[in-house]
């Protein structure tokens, strides 16, 4: 079965510093891939996603993610984290079966800044 | 143009009670996804609606849910009765198309004492 893990679910960091985000898959097709931001009191916004072509992809917020296929990651980076990017991230893959398209999350991770 | 919108934002209830949770999708989107999470796991999809047809409902925990969509637009998921394993946050999302992106509401967290 498909799956999407994140294996840290808190992270800590200081203001200014950067950030990488783990996100593994396990899906037997070309996958397509999402990044989702939760912040308190919002829905989930998309940061970014990968359907296929290059695979370093670049989203909003000033966030990038890099698909390795070897490695079955798309891990999230950002070279310079702000106190507003504290929040809940969760990575997903898109599971098209037949009649129907949804996604698989991982449990999420959690970031907080230090100022 | 407005987001996905959900209601209430908060439910407290005691169990063996019944909740209904609304859900108003983009304008124009006729896919319409649900999903819950459950405390400190995943978020895990219940069911998804085309129009006013349900595609695909694997994802539903057990026959005390009920999802409708009446006439394509808004949908409601009802929980009846509730249980204390009930209890997490529920979002909805919408889609344009099979397969474009899901855009995703500020879900509801559902309470069950």
């Known amino acids: 079965a498909q799956s999407v893990t994140q294996p840290d679910i808190h992270i800590t960091v200081s203001e200014g510093a950067s950030l990488e985000l783990r996100c593994n898959y396990s899906?037997?097709?070309?996958?397509?891939l999402f990044w989702y931001v939760q912040s308190p009191g919002q829905g989930l916004q998309l940061l970014l996603k990968y359907f296929s072509g290059d695979t370093l992809v670049q989203g909003i917020k000033g966030f990038e993610a890099e698909f390795k296929r070897s490695q079955s990651s798309f891990n999230l980076r950002k070279p310079s984290v702000h106190w507003s990017d504290a929040a809940e991230y969760f990575c997903?893959?898109?599971?098209?079966?037949?009649?129907?398209?949804?996604?698989?999350f991982g449990t999420g991770t959690r970031l907080k800044v230090l100022a | 143009e407005a987001g996905v919108t959900q209601f209430p934002s908060h439910s407290v209830i005691e169990k063996g009670q019944t909740v209904t949770l609304r859900c108003d999708p983009i304008?124009?989107?006729?896919?319409l996804y649900w999903y819950r999470r459950v405390m400190g796991k995943e978020i895990k999809f219940l069911l998804h609606f085309v129009k006013e047809s349900k595609q695909d409902e694997s994802g539903m925990p057990n026959n005390r849910f009920l999802a409708e969509r009446t006439g394509g637009t808004y949908s409601t998921l009802k929980v009846q009765p509730a249980e204390l394993e009930d209890s997490g946050v529920y979002f909805c999302?919408?889609?344009?198309?099979?397969?474009?992106?899901?855009?995703f509401g500020a879900g509801t967290r559902l309470s069950v004492l």
């Open positions: 997903a893959v898109g599971e098209d079966t037949s009649g129907t398209y949804k996604y698989i």
């Open positions: 999302a919408s889609s344009e198309n099979r397969g474009n992106i899901q855009y």
């Open positions: 304008s124009g989107h006729d896919n």
């Open positions: 899906y037997g097709a070309t996958p397509y």
